[in-house]
């Protein structure tokens, strides 16, 4: 890398490479979360129903490079708009830049660790259950307030 030692602060998301991309990821994995759209307000709701490709104990994705063909719905960040990004959860890196609003203190660029991810009081490891045991319909009983959309 080089770029100044707070390139996330400065650098624009298109402009960021490979790695400062995944670097940008604190791996908290609530964008693995099924969401939900009202139909007339458009608000979203996360539920607390996991992709099933989600390792609960590490919140990360069991198959990381093919996610996109096994899970064909899997959210392609990438490649979202920053209107898209309202579907990222609030504390989600890649949106706050999008809002050019700052990293929280508990983001590993920031920390300078990768556990602190943990001290995020929304961190979803322990609280979430595999979308393996959910049935799609009842979705809506699922739905969590602790992450904002």
Same mark, same amino acid.
């Given at each position: 890398?080089?770029?100044?030692?707070? !390139?996330?602060? $400065? $650098?624009?998301?298109?402009? /960021?490479?490979?790695?400062?991309?995944? /670097?940008?990821?604190?791996?908290? #994995? =609530?964008?693995c979360?099924?969401k939900?759209? @009202?139909?007339?307000?458009?608000? &979203?709701?996360?539920?607390?129903? *996991?992709?099933?490709? /989600?390792? +609960? =104990?590490?919140? #990360?994705?069991? @198959?990381?490079v093919? %996610?996109?063909?096994? &899970?064909? @719905?899997? +959210?392609?960040?990438?490649?979202?708009?920053?209107?898209?990004? =309202?579907w990222?959860?609030?504390?989600?890196? !890649?949106?706050? %830049? *999008?809002?050019?609003?700052?990293?929280?203190?508990?983001?590993?660029?920031?920390? #300078?660790?990768?556990?602190? &991810?943990?001290?995020?009081?929304?961190?979803?490891r #322990?609280?979430?259950v595999?979308?393996?045991e &959910?049935?799609?319909?009842?979705?809506?009983?699922?739905?969590?307030?602790?992450?904002?959309?």
């Amino acid at each position: 890398m080089n770029r100044t030692a707070a !390139y996330w602060n $400065t $650098t624009p998301l298109e402009q /960021l490479n490979a790695e400062e991309w995944e /670097l940008l990821c604190d791996g908290c #994995g =609530k964008c693995c979360l099924h969401k939900l759209q @009202d139909d007339e307000t458009h608000e &979203v709701f996360y539920t607390r129903v *996991a992709c099933r490709l /989600l390792d +609960m =104990k590490s919140g #990360g994705c069991s @198959d990381y490079v093919h %996610r996109f063909s096994r &899970v064909p @719905d899997c +959210m392609d960040v990438s490649k979202m708009t920053p209107t898209e990004m =309202k579907w990222l959860p609030s504390s989600c890196a !890649y949106r706050l %830049r *999008a809002e050019s609003k700052p990293l929280p203190e508990w983001h590993p660029l920031i920390s #300078g660790h990768v556990s602190t &991810v943990f001290k995020d009081p929304n961190r979803i490891r #322990g609280r979430v259950v595999s979308e393996t045991e &959910v049935s799609e319909e009842n979705l809506e009983d699922y739905i969590i307030r602790w992450i904002d959309a």
